[in-house]
């Protein structure tokens, strides 16, 4: 059964709710915390506090996932579903998609010291993104050697359709 956006309880989307009979495929650190921490941090990116939205990509393998809480790695997949679970802040009407891009690129690499923007006759570093496309979360999916995610089955909106580094396609859908 797949568990779509909409009906997901809260919990399921960030919260320690997510490790609830032991899921360590939501095991990460800092451990994930309450309904209200997460509200706070939706707030916090709603009003500006919080101006960087990132993940700490942590691919494991099964082997490291598959064992006793205690001893299963911390972490989780990130790359391959920030930009659609980050998504749901504009769906939602929390934050613009402008917003959302200076949060998730252009503050972190201002931080970074990286130049971003497109601009004529600089190398395009570029995302092309349909905000609305409907999918199914699949690790099976997953360019990352790691299918660890607490997310398999959430059904989301966006995706990623093109990439170009220095000029040059990575990636295309």
């Known amino acids: 059964m797949s568990i779509t956006c909409e009906t997901a309880p809260h919990y399921f989307l960030l919260t320690e709710e997510a490790v609830r009979g032991y899921n360590t495929f939501a095991k990460m650190n800092p451990p994930l915390r309450s309904e209200q921490d997460r509200q706070a941090i939706v707030n916090g990116i709603a009003d500006g506090t919080i101006d960087v939205i990132a993940t ?3 691919p494991h393998s099964e082997v490291e996932k598959d064992l006793e809480f205690d001893k299963a790695a911390f972490g989780i997949v990130g790359l391959e579903t920030s930009l659609s679970l980050s998504l749901k802040l504009v769906h939602d009407e929390i934050i613009s998609i402008e917003n959302l891009i200076e949060k998730m690129c252009k503050i972190p690499a201002s931080i970074l010291g990286i130049k971003a923007g497109i601009e004529k006759g600089v190398t395009a570093d570029i995302t092309i993104i ?3 496309i409907e999918f199914e979360i ?3 999916t997953f360019f990352s050697k790691s299918k660890n995610t607490p997310f398999k089955g959430l059904i989301v909106k966006g995706d990623t359709f ?3 580094v220095q000029g040059n396609i990575v990636y295309e859908k």
């Open 56 to 58: 700490d990509h942590a």
């Open 130 to 132: 349909d905000p609305d």
């Open 138 to 140: 699949d690790p099976l």
């Open 162 to 164: 093109l990439t170009m």
